[in-house]
């Protein structure tokens, strides 16, 4: 089976290895376990590979494609000139595939939603990576991208994997989920006490959405209530600058330690030292970070965007907060004041984890791969 993959992500080539951002490239070596032939259409960089890129499992064959936006009147006639270059590429890709799948949502995605129309009976799978909530605010090209691809008409012969199990919806559309770590993986974690240092994590994109700075905002108020409070946080992005200055202004560089990209190892053991993960993101598909810190013994504190109710049960297995800095501190001190309270709702947490493997995803993939 000749498998196309037609995705944002960019992708590094080096000597007959092909790299990509890590946890993208982890679920793809799952499908890549099943099909005999790989081909990638995707965006090419031709910079290093950083610590948080992995390679592919699989020998593939890679096609590259420009990359665009519309963030400017310059990337706009950019734009005009190279759609046509992508949709021909797109278009040729699939012709030859046995088996067509989309990442959703982004630019590229987009493009697919519309160049898949045209192969009404070949096997097509999409995965919707963003938050399928129907309610939920987002641009209109994702809203467009959900339209497409859940329209039985126009996007025949496709399942699409979604986070969440949403009413009325298309019988295309598949409830499906994300993994971390293999079961062989998952640790035991010495329960943590919270009667003295007190650690925090924040990992992900340093961007405006995730709201890194609110995360450091909460560090700093318990610091002023004189808890012994400190966060470590892991990512890059434009956010950065805005962090470090904040941390410079209140002079509180001894209890907020930037990281930057990491490997996946790091990250996993500060996970295991961190007794709580602040992520009030303000949209989500299936947030890997949140899956990862109750699998390691790290409770969240999280938004109630997308899955994350689900995922905690409604704060069962965590705390769902509204993102307002005092709501936020008030929640962490009901844990510190109570030990019982946070070990129970680490012990769920990390109960309902293990039910999120990579063998139980690569499972359900090989599933939906034997459907057809």
Known sequence: MKFVIITHTEHKCQGSQTFAYEPYVREMNLWGNHVSELEIVAPLSEQGILPIEKVYNKKCTVVGIPKFDITTIKNKIHTLFVIPIIFFTLYRAMKKADHIHLRCPGNIGLLGCFVQILFPNKPKTAKYAGNWDPKAKQPLSYKFQKWILSNTFLTRNMKVMVYGNWENQSKNIIPFFTATYFEKEIESITPKKINGAINFIFVGVLTPGKQPLLSVKV??????????????????????????????????????????????????????????????????????????????????????????????????????????????????????????????????????????????????????????
């Open 219 to 372: 560090v700093h108020e318990l610091l002023k209530k004189g808890y012994d409070v400190a966060i470590n946080i892991y990512g890059e992005g434009a956010e950065r600058e805005n962090v470090e200055r904040y941390i410079l202004e209140h002079k509180i560089s001894g209890a907020v330690k930037l990281h930057g990209n990491v490997a996946k190892k790091i990250v996993k053991e500060a996970f295991k030292q961190a007794h709580f993960l602040v992520f009030i993101s303000k949209s989500e598909g299936w947030p890997k970070v949140v899956a990862e810190a109750m699998c390691l013994s790290c409770l969240p504190i999280s938004s109630p965007v997308s899955c994350v109710p689900y995922m905690l049960a409604n704060g069962e297995r965590g705390s769902i907060v509204d993102p307002e800095l005092g709501v936020i501190v008030a929640e962490i001190e009901t844990y510190l004041r109570n030990q019982e309270l946070y070990s129970e709702k680490v012990q769920r947490a990390f109960d309902w984890s293990r039910e999120y493997t990579l063998e139980k995803m690569e499972d359900s993939i090989k599933k939906l791969l034997h459907e057809y």
